[in-house]
């Protein structure tokens, strides 16, 4: 007979077929429900690891981190100012750009769009907008030749394919009551970039001298760099700021796309209070599990009372036995939520394929795939919370079983 006792016996009745049928029901359901819990909890958790990723690796490999632009004027000495801004802690490279806003012209079909002027050489220390070029070439951007890097959408719509030409329409200062027509310049689109979702609608790109030329200004008014920690961008934008002695605006990622992180966590926040509420109503089979199975066997209490047994003893039994069933509810929850965790790209891609339809647009969301990113530091902290909840709900049936008077069961019995 293994040792100790408790834990043989508790084993037992966890194997034992049970006179009431209604009993391996509920218990078979608690195992089911855990395991469902668990396995729910995992995958939700990992897609929001997924997007969590995919809004830092993809994102934020295009929109600057933090950016600086002058209330007024353009800055007197910018290399000087890039030096000190590179320079400062947590700040990885910075590079110079103008925004220049104009409406878009392809014969009758115009687009209004913020255009971004940049310095091609340092542009992608900062971002890597180049790698989501997929037609034309990122070095065709060239000062003095009026030439423009379109998101892929905005080219459709304006039905352009590289190589074309098409014009911007700057607006001129109104002089009195007089409306001046806007200025029209040729621009030749020379490259096409997809990410997916909104940013491939508000984003071109225009070399920086070819901006100062068309607005008339000595240098640029902005800077965007890239920082070491993401999520301190907006405290290291504010405090670049404060040690320049200019008046300038400050701007990081969250405070144009950080409503998708908050989103993600709050996303987070909630399923891990709703699904960690679907394991404790699972735990509660287990309580019901245990109180019928302590009716069922208070006859072999009572023996086990009459033959020395202690009342920690018979508490571990059921303890046992009820841990048993948490445990292999965990268990094949956790190996349930991982495999499909780690397939699950693949399997809603299949589904979509299924069914003809996506569940993410790209024109809307940042990405058109749902991703998956498992921690197994998350899938080994859910399963200890199950069991330990399925420990937990053992405590008051096992109490009530160590509670049983053997003299007035086996009395009863006969």
Request: proline fraction near 3%; hydrophobic fraction near 50%; charge should be positive.
């Given at each position: 007979m293994?040792r100790?006792l408790?834990i043989?016996?508790?084993?037992r009745?966890?194997?034992a077929?049970?006179?009431?049928k209604?009993?391996?029901?509920i218990?078979v359901?608690?195992i089911?429900?855990?395991s469902?819990?668990?396995?729910?909890?995992?995958?939700?958790?990992?897609?929001m690891?997924?997007f969590e990723?995919a809004l830092?690796?993809?994102?934020?490999s295009v929109?600057?981190h933090a950016?600086l632009?002058?209330?007024?004027g353009?800055?007197?000495d910018?290399?000087?100012?890039?030096?000190?801004?590179?320079s400062?802690?947590?700040?990885?490279?910075?590079?110079?750009y103008?925004?220049?806003?104009?409406?878009?012209?392809?014969?009758?079909?115009m687009?209004?769009?913020?255009?971004?002027a940049?310095?091609?050489e340092?542009?992608?220390?900062?971002?890597?907008?180049?790698q989501?070029?997929?037609?034309?070439?990122?070095t065709?951007?060239?000062?003095?030749q009026?030439?423009i890097i379109l998101?892929?959408?905005?080219?459709?719509?304006?039905?352009?394919?590289?190589g074309?030409?098409?014009?911007?329409?700057?607006?001129?200062?109104?002089?009195?009551?007089?409306?001046?027509a806007?200025?029209?310049?040729?621009?030749?689109?020379?490259?096409?970039?997809?990410?997916g979702?909104?940013?491939?609608?508000?984003l071109?790109?225009?070399?920086?001298?070819?901006?100062?030329?068309?607005?008339s200004?000595?240098?640029?008014?902005a800077?965007?760099?890239?920082?070491?920690?993401?999520?301190q961008?907006?405290n290291?934008?504010?405090d670049?700021?404060?040690s320049?002695?200019?008046?300038?605006?400050?701007?990081?990622?969250?405070?144009?796309q950080?409503?998708?992180?908050?989103?993600?966590?709050?996303?987070k926040?909630?399923?891990?209070l709703?699904?960690?509420?679907?394991?404790?109503?699972?735990?509660?089979?287990?309580?019901s599990?245990?109180v019928?199975?302590?009716?069922?066997?208070?006859?072999?209490?009572?023996?086990?009372?009459?033959?020395?047994?202690?009342?920690w003893?018979?508490?571990?039994?059921?303890?046992?036995q009820?841990a048993?069933?948490?445990l292999?509810?965990?268990l094949l929850g956790?190996?349930?939520?991982?495999?499909?965790?780690?397939?699950l790209?693949r399997?809603?891609?299949?589904?979509?394929?299924l069914?003809?339809?996506?569940?993410?647009?790209?024109d809307?969301?940042?990405?058109?795939?749902?991703?998956s990113?498992?921690?197994?530091i998350?899938?080994?902290?859910?399963?200890?919370?199950?069991?330990?909840?399925?420990?937990l709900?053992?405590i008051?049936?096992?109490?009530?079983?160590?509670?049983?008077q053997?003299?007035?069961?086996?009395?009863?019995?006969?």
């Amino acid at each position: 007979m293994y040792r100790p006792l408790s834990i043989f016996i508790g084993l037992r009745y966890s194997h034992a077929k049970h006179k009431n049928k209604f009993v391996s029901f509920i218990s078979v359901a608690s195992i089911l429900g855990i395991s469902l819990g668990v396995a729910v909890l995992i995958v939700g958790l990992s897609a929001m690891n997924g997007f969590e990723k995919a809004l830092r690796d993809q994102l934020l490999s295009v929109v600057p981190h933090a950016e600086l632009e002058m209330v007024k004027g353009s800055f007197i000495d910018l290399p000087s100012t890039l030096k000190q801004i590179e320079s400062y802690p947590g700040v990885l490279a910075a590079t110079p750009y103008i925004t220049v806003n104009g409406l878009l012209q392809k014969d009758n079909q115009m687009k209004a769009l913020q255009i971004r002027a940049i310095k091609p050489e340092t542009e992608n220390n900062v971002t890597n907008i180049e790698q989501y070029i997929n037609a034309g070439d990122w070095t065709l951007l060239k000062a003095g030749q009026h030439s423009i890097i379109l998101g892929k959408s905005v080219a459709d719509k304006l039905k352009m394919s590289v190589g074309e030409s098409l014009s911007l329409l700057l607006p001129q200062k109104q002089i009195g009551n007089k409306l001046k027509a806007p200025r029209v310049i040729k621009f030749k689109l020379v490259g096409l970039f997809e990410m997916g979702g909104q940013l491939d609608n508000a984003l071109a790109f225009i070399h920086i001298e070819d901006a100062k030329v068309l607005l008339s200004m000595d240098d640029a008014n902005a800077i965007a760099f890239k920082v070491d920690d993401v999520l301190q961008a907006q405290n290291i934008a504010r405090d670049v700021a404060y040690s320049l002695s200019s008046y300038l605006y400050i701007r990081s990622w969250i405070t144009s796309q950080g409503y998708l992180y908050q989103d993600i966590q709050m996303v987070k926040s909630l399923m891990y209070l709703i699904l960690l509420l679907v394991v404790a109503v699972a735990c509660f089979n287990i309580v019901s599990t245990l109180v019928m199975a302590v009716n069922e066997k208070r006859g072999d209490i009572a023996i086990l009372k009459t033959m020395g047994a202690s009342k920690w003893m018979l508490r571990s039994i059921f303890i046992v036995q009820g841990a048993f069933n948490g445990l292999l509810g965990s268990l094949l929850g956790g190996f349930l939520g991982v495999y499909i965790a780690l397939n699950l790209t693949r399997i809603i891609k299949y589904l979509e394929t299924l069914i003809g339809h996506k569940f993410l647009s790209g024109d809307i969301y940042f990405i058109d795939f749902l991703p998956s990113q498992l921690d197994y530091i998350q899938v080994l902290t859910i399963t200890l919370i199950a069991l330990l909840m399925s420990i937990l709900s053992t405590i008051y049936p096992a109490w009530g079983a160590s509670n049983i008077q053997p003299a007035q069961e086996l009395g009863y019995s006969h």
